[in-house]
């Protein structure tokens, strides 16, 4: 999604989050362990918020869920393969925004990602963290910008993949301040930021959760947040409007999905279940440690807010003339 984050649909926790996790109550699902199908490599982004989020909806459920990262081609081989599996609620497929926007790159899969999938739940609402390494002469996204002025083509961005949410993300940045800083695409944020740390990207744009060791381990600098607020757990860094780029804002969600021919009685014990865990556990202050905005909504909203984006994307690969590798 790319736009103000609703505050309403940001969950907090509060009192439950010291709540036991008691298993729903038997039944034919789930019966035994559900695999969880992450498109991108251990340690990315969608990785990091996954592993505690969906550890909580095992207890939940009352069966281990077991995490099964499937990476290459933007996640697209592995929505295929979820596409493709039983819809019986035992393979299930935690993206972004950028996941499920795929047509906007990739109009001629053997998949769409309405017509092929079930939503379950929108699980996180989310702003990137514009980084440096810790050397960098950089201390402000304004100076980085500067530099990048003096040095044409001399610096280099690294993101996940081409096509994905942080290369959308630095994209509109760089055409709103007409820099040229070269997009270095690798599979998975997370040989990225190994690249960052050893000095030899100059940036990265990607989610706090990623970045949240090297910082707080001093190895990398946060510059922005592209959000329009400020994130509550990193009150001194400004957003990217702050730090001089007028009204950009950029903020990404993830979301839960099953294959389209999923029982609804199975996606709605998925639903609950997932809605029960964001309002009842530590979850939501576990992930606002990670720079993401814990922010659960229904699967039909889901698949509303896709219809939408889908068509932004679009618009926008095509005005950037952003093209997947």
Known sequence: MIGKINRRNILLGGLGATLPLPAIAQGEYPSRPVRLVIGFPPGGGLDTIGRPTFQRLSQRLGQPIAIDNRAGNNGNIAMDHVTKSPADGYT??????????????????????????????????GPLAIAVPAD????????????????????????????????????????????????????????????????RLQMMVDGYGLMRGAHEAGRIRVLAMTSRQRHPNLPDVPTVDEAGVAGYEFVSWTALAAPAATPPAILRRLEDAMRWTMENTDLPQTLLGFGTFPAFAPGAEVRET????????????????????
């Open 92 to 125: 299930l497929f935690f993206g972004n925004v950028g996941n499920y926007t795929t047509q906007a790159l990739f109009p001629n899969l053997g998949f769409d990602t309405l017509r092929d999938f079930a939503y379950v739940g929108r699980v996180t609402l």
């Open 136 to 199: 960098s002469p950089a201390r402000s996204l304004q100076e980085l910008l500067d530099i990048a002025r003096l040095r044409p083509g001399e610096l280099n961005f690294g993101s996940g993949g081409s096509g994905g949410v942080p290369h959308f993300a630095f994209e509109i940045l760089v055409r709103r301040t007409g820099v040229d800083i070269v997009h270095v695409p690798y599979r998975g944020s997370g040989p990225a930021l190994q690249d960052l740390l050893g000095g």
């Open 306 to 325: 896709l219809v939408k984006d889908r068509e932004t994307w679009t618009r926008i690969a095509r005005e950037a003339n952003i093209r997947a590798d």
